[in-house]
């Protein structure tokens, strides 16, 4: 168990919809990560928040957005969903002392769009 | 921009037989580097980690990887496959971070590892 918690861990809804997923850090872990895997993608980093303030932005489209909250819990919207958005989304959070590089991961949001 | 290649996407090995998984990386900065492993409908889990140091580093279940900077490589290895090494792997890299905000590792697209008995 690795300490970061997401909901829900699957999810299937329709083209055109809006869904929210859900992520929890590991406690005293300030940094959280969204990243996409798909068969064809891979696993592509979406965005960071540090602290409640985006770090860093990957591959994300205008589409989907993130916040993160207060009390460090953070949740990714997709919107206006297609086909293509049909995936594994992880969360994960890095330690305070960010330097040492490591990730810790949730178990994933599986997005089912039909 | 930083990238990784991981060299054959599928790779299979006899129980007992050596586990050689490819990784090389593109970086402009001297990199971290990592590989991840991913079980079936699990997350992923760190295996090991090279920062700064000694180039051979030892991970979790007897894998080891060694950071060759001339050659861009950072390959993963094992002596003996078990049938629970079957799985998919993942080589990632990032540069220092700055602070202590940390950031966003770049993954290859990974290979999956079979393993017969």
């Known amino acids: 168990d690795s300490g970061v918690t997401q909901t829900p861990k699957h999810l299937i809804t329709a083209t055109g919809q809006r869904v929210t997923l859900r992520c929890s850090p590991r406690?005293?872990?300030?940094?959280v990560y969204w990243y996409q895997q798909s068969l064809d993608q891979g696993l592509q980093f979406l965005i960071q928040?540090?602290?409640?303030?985006?770090?860093a932005k990957g591959n994300i489209l205008e589409r989907f957005s993130a916040q993160q909250f207060p009390d460090l819990h953070s949740e990714l919207n997709l919107s206006s969903l297609e086909l293509g958005d049909s995936a594994l989304y992880f969360c994960?959070?890095?330690?305070?002392?960010?330097?040492?590089?490591?990730?810790?991961f949730g178990e994933g949001s599986r997005l089912t769009v039909l | 921009a930083q990238s990784v290649t991981q060299l054959g996407s599928h790779v299979s090995v006899s129980e007992g037989a050596l586990v050689l998984l490819r990784c090389n990386y593109s970086?402009?900065?001297?990199?971290?580097l990592f590989w991840y492993v991913q079980y079936p409908n699990q997350g992923l889990q760190l295996l090991l980690k090279?920062?700064?140091?000694?180039?051979l580093v030892k991970g979790i279940n007897g894998f080891e990887a060694e950071f060759k900077k001339s050659e861009t490589s950072f390959h993963l290895t094992k002596p003996s496959a078990h049938m629970s090494d079957a799985a998919e792997y993942f080589c990632?890299?990032?540069?220092?971070?700055?602070?202590?905000?940390?950031?966003?590792?770049?993954f290859g697209k990974g290979t999956t590892l079979s393993v017969s008995s």
């Open positions: 928040y540090y602290n409640g303030e985006e770090r």
């Open positions: 970086s402009s900065v001297p990199p971290y």
């Open positions: 990632a890299v990032s540069s220092p971070a700055s602070n202590q905000a940390g950031t966003a590792l770049i």
């Open positions: 406690s005293g872990d300030l940094s």
């Open positions: 994960a959070s890095s330690p305070r002392t960010g330097r040492t590089g490591e990730l810790f």
């Open positions: 090279y920062t700064t140091g000694a180039t």
